[in-house]
């Protein structure tokens, strides 16, 4: 007798031999012991979840001899034909490579004719989704209607490449992914009935590569004892599926949070010399800093042994959460670089010296933003409480200044408004009040400036305080910043409502459609922003405090 592989020698013989679909297997047990068998199932879920395991337990239990609380007994004369293939009444058909239509009317024909043994005739079959539009419209009808001595159970890991009306005549059982916890409970199995020696962390680390996948976690424990020897651990697993020595991923990651170059680059030297995947270098990194951000937040972390605990508790005391989330974005950056490049080493050593040094502006950057988003959450405050009183000054009790109460009672047009057409609100902001401007736009861009300050727009009035403008050409007028633009004024002033809110008052008053841009010295860019709030809060005559 040939050699039979792990998964196919360990493929599960009835529904309690299945791990992780317990949801699955207890229902079709109760439908089986209620006879209450539907005549079409639809069994989806990702790759060695147990589809078409199930179908074939499913089979062999509603055509059983001698059930026992809906399993099949796999002793009698029809469990044995369908465990050695010799039962012809229960059909496997890979839909992967018979996807025509004459391959779906010759089971039309075929379901006429009775069972030759069993009660049912089943039509399990696979890959459900690689049939043709034609194919799909051959089995609709007797997908609906079958004979009564005919059951199918078709088997998908994408199902929304299925017709709706395909899917709307099934019983659809969705399988999950299998929990590592399982995985590891049936590898145990596996490996004690196989008389294989293996470590606990050596099967973590298998069930973590399998990815919900029983089938994949059998593969890889028969690939690492495929030398003949049947002791395994986790370096050996490692050795084999390319994954680098947890050292090296420590101080790589280490490097890169204390931005050392050279250190970084002599460890992946290192990996490369032993001949290491640089891919799985990269996942590696990325799993890594992610266990890294879940102890910061959980002060656990699995599959690590206590040396390697320790050494991600003392990262985790070094680095804020901020950045390593940084970095998990950035590493799946370089991931998506490396796709595309031949040289992917290079790419990759490019990738983390970008890492070592630029990590440093833009944290400052950071930094700098959320200072400035604090800010602009002060200033608001303030502007909001000028404009609730906008419209009666009387509210406010303090001491206001003959001049701020003409500014938001008396319109600074040129043309006298009489007080029977004057209407005063209480409820909302009141509305930019404008003024007649000279049509130089020398004179008329302080007037500008100072409507904005008296209509409550102290954010954009801040910014543009000793601001000159001249026009560059007929339709465009440029706005100077002698002493330099901030970082945070250019925020301001970059904002869209802001720009539309400049360019009509610009357009306005020169009589014509104009567009703006900002002229800033370069030299002067870094200055701070503080003075200008200070300003603002000496040059009014409302008393605020500007809050540190």
């Known amino acids: 007798m040939g050699y039979t592989a792990l998964y196919r020698k360990f493929r599960p013989l009835n529904f309690s031999e299945m791990v992780g679909q317990e949801h699955i297997t207890r229902t079709l047990k109760n439908q089986i012991i209620a006879n209450r068998v539907g005549h079409a199932y639809l069994f989806n879920g990702g790759r060695g979840t147990g589809k078409t395991s199930a179908a074939k337990i499913l089979a062999r239990a509603i055509n059983c001899l001698n059930p026992k609380d809906g399993e099949p007994c796999n002793e009698c004369e029809i469990c044995k034909g369908a465990i050695s293939g010799s039962l012809t009444d229960i059909v496997e058909m890979d839909a992967a490579s018979n996807n025509s239509v004459e391959d779906i009317r010759s089971i039309r024909e075929e379901v006429n004719f009775l069972p030759t043994k069993a009660k049912y005739r089943v039509y399990i079959i696979d890959e459900v989704h690689m049939l043709s539009t034609g194919a799909f419209n051959a089995l609709l009808k007797t997908l609906e209607e079958p004979p009564e001595h005919v059951k199918f159970i078709l088997a998908t890991t994408e199902p929304q490449k299925l017709p709706a009306t395909i899917l709307s005549r099934c019983q659809r059982f ?38 919900g996948a029983m089938r994949d976690a059998l593969s890889i424990l028969e690939r690492c004892i495929q030398d003949g020897e049947n002791q395994i651990n986790e370096d050996k697993i490692k050795d084999l599926v390319g994954i680098p020595k947890m050292v090296f991923v420590h101080d790589i990651v280490e490097s890169i949070i204390q931005y050392d170059v050279d250190k970084a680059l002599v460890t992946i030297n290192k990996v490369l010399e032993d001949g290491k995947d640089i891919s799985n ?85 950071r930094d700098l933003s959320a200072s400035n988003d604090q800010l602009e959450q002060r200033i608001e405050k303030i502007e909001n409480y000028l404009r609730s009183h906008t419209g009666n000054v009387n509210n406010y009790q303090q001491p206001v200044s003959m001049e701020v109460k003409m500014a938001y009672q008396t319109p600074t047009n040129t043309t006298q408004t009489t007080p029977k057409t004057e209407k005063k609100t209480n409820s909302g902001p009141k509305k930019m009040e404008t003024s007649t401007y000279s049509h130089k736009v020398e004179e008329y861009w302080p007037q500008i400036v100072k409507d904005l300050k008296q209509n409550g727009k102290i954010v954009l009035y801040t910014n543009l305080m000793n601001t000159r403008a001249r026009e560059i050409n007929d339709v465009t007028v440029g706005i100077e910043f002698p002493n330099g633009l901030t970082s945070f004024g250019k925020t301001v002033l970059e904002k869209q409502e802001n720009i539309k809110e400049l360019t009509n008052l610009v357009s306005m008053a020169s009589g014509k459609p104009m567009n703006i841009k900002y002229i800033t010295n370069v030299g002067n860019v870094g200055e701070t922003k503080e003075p200008n709030i200070k300003s603002i809060a000496n040059d009014s005559d409302i008393p605020f405090h500007v809050i540190e």
């Not at 042994?305 to 799946?332: D, G, M």
């Open 174 to 211: 969705d399988f999950k992914k299998i929990s590592n916890e399982d995985i590891m409970k049936r590898l145990e199995i596996v490996c004690k009935e196989s008389h294989i020696e293996i470590t606990k962390e050596a099967m973590q680390i298998i069930a973590t590569l399998s990815e």
């Open 281 to 365: 270098l990269l996942w590696e990194m990325i799993k890594y800093v992610k266990d890294i951000l879940l102890y910061k937040a959980t002060n656990h972390v699995e599959l690590y042994s206590e040396e390697e605990k320790q050494k991600v508790k003392e990262i985790s005391e070094t680095v804020e959460k901020e950045r390593l989330i940084n970095l998990v974005y950035a590493f799946s950056e370089l991931e998506n670089e490396m796709k595309f490049s031949t040289q992917k080493s290079i790419v990759f050593q490019a990738g983390i010296i970008k890492l070592c040094s630029k990590l440093v502006v833009s944290n400052h950057n």
